[in-house]
């Protein structure tokens, strides 16, 4: 039974720390998404990539959030540095139509 | 711009009763719409997703919904909900290069 994996599943951590969000997306597929989940904005895509691409980060803080994918079994999200607003849950999705969840990786920072 | 209303906030319905969840999309060209369901401290399950054909699409744990362009609606329904199937229900539509938009969700309680 394919999953998309996550870690961690759980952070806790002081603003100003780095955060790094790991995804293995489903075998085979080629375009990976990220999206955060908060109480006030619902579900926002961050950030997706085919064949390993960046297509569309404009969802994406860009002073402080960083998406890659180093290679087609890895995706990365990064946070440096961290604040309290960023606390929320992270999904990492894969495929097309449909597009499979991960369980996500509930942040906090203090 | 693509957009998803879910009118809902929460419903509650005691079980063995019939459920309808509603969701309304906006999108200019043929959509592609889902229905996902969110258990607490889960991610995001499939429940059921519609292309094109047969605007009454069947879905897993008996759940189907029914496309209706004329009224740009995708509506969720279950003929006799279960305990078990309290949880978020998130409609989405998909937009321009495989993006999903979400609605804000609805959220089910089931009365036993």
């Known amino acids: 039974d394919a999953r998309v994996t996550q870690t961690p599943r759980h952070k806790v951590t002081e603003m100003g720390q780095e955060v790094t969000m790991r995804c293995q997306p489903i075998?085979?597929?080629?375009?990976v998404f990220w999206y955060r989940q908060t109480m006030m904005q619902g579900l926002e895509l961050l950030a997706y990539f085919r064949n390993r691409a960046p297509l569309d980060d404009s969802g994406m803080p860009k002073d402080r959030f960083s998406a890659e994918m180093p290679d087609a079994t890895l995706a990365t999200l990064k946070i440096q540095p961290s604040e309290p607003r960023d606390s929320a849950v992270y999904f990492c999705?894969?495929?097309?139509?449909?597009?499979?969840f991960g369980p996500g990786t509930r942040l906090t920072v203090t | 711009a693509q957009s998803v209303t879910q009118p809902d906030i929460h419903i509650t319905v005691s079980e063995g009763a019939s459920l309808e969840l509603r969701c309304n999309y906006s999108y200019g060209a043929t959509p592609y719409l889902f229905w996902y369901v969110q258990s607490p401290g889960q991610g995001l399950q499939l429940l059921l997703k519609y292309f094109s054909g047969d605007t009454l699409v069947q879905g897993i744990k008996g759940f189907e919904a029914e496309f209706k362009r004329s009224q740009s609606s995708f509506n969720l329904r279950k003929p006799s909900v279960h305990w078990s199937d309290a949880a978020e229900y998130f409609c989405a539509v998909g937009a321009g290069g495989n993006k999903l938009v979400f609605g804000a969700g609805t959220i089910l309680r089931v009365k036993s």
């Open positions: 999705a894969s495929g097309t139509r449909p597009v499979y």
């Open positions: 075998l085979g597929h080629n375009t």
